[in-house]
């Protein structure tokens, strides 16, 4: 497992933009499967962003278009870059890892997650 440490959260309008950080030092798999998930008040955790070895990126399809994962390997770090924030966007953000190149299906099956960073978007 490696610790994870997100930053970036905050509030803000809709319509406004926030970029997400997931600093990961030293991990040595920062090149392998690396994800974003949230969970909003009320509801179960969903699955946000993934990118694979292959740097291949997957999208749920709530921020498609909205939202771009990357990853900084020199600085250990993953990002989220959210535009046009919506109300419903508004949860806590978690960065998760996982040693394997191709990110696993299973939520479960992550084995390393961020604490959580809040972002809050008003109307």
């Known amino acids: 497992q490696v610790q994870l440490v997100e930053s970036g959260g905050g509030s803000v309008q809709a319509g406004g933009s926030l970029t997400l950080s997931c600093a990961a030092p030293?991990?040595?798999?920062?090149?392998?499967?690396m994800a974003w998930f949230r969970q909003a008040p009320g509801k179960e955790r969903e699955r946000v962003a993934t990118?694979?070895?292959?740097?291949?990126?997957r999208y749920a399809d709530f921020v498609k278009g909205r939202f771009t994962i990357s990853r900084d390997t020199r600085k250990s770090t993953l990002y989220l870059v959210m535009n046009g924030l919506k109300p419903e966007d508004t949860a806590v953000y978690y960065c998760?890892?996982?040693?394997?190149?191709?990110?696993?299906?299973?939520?479960?099956?992550?084995?390393?997650w961020g604490r959580g960073t809040q972002v809050t978007v008003s109307s």
């Open positions: 030293g991990y040595p798999y920062i090149r392998f499967c």
């Open positions: 998760a890892a996982d040693g394997l190149r191709q990110c696993p299906a299973r939520e479960s099956d992550f084995e390393s």
């Open positions: 990118i694979d070895a292959s740097d291949f990126r």
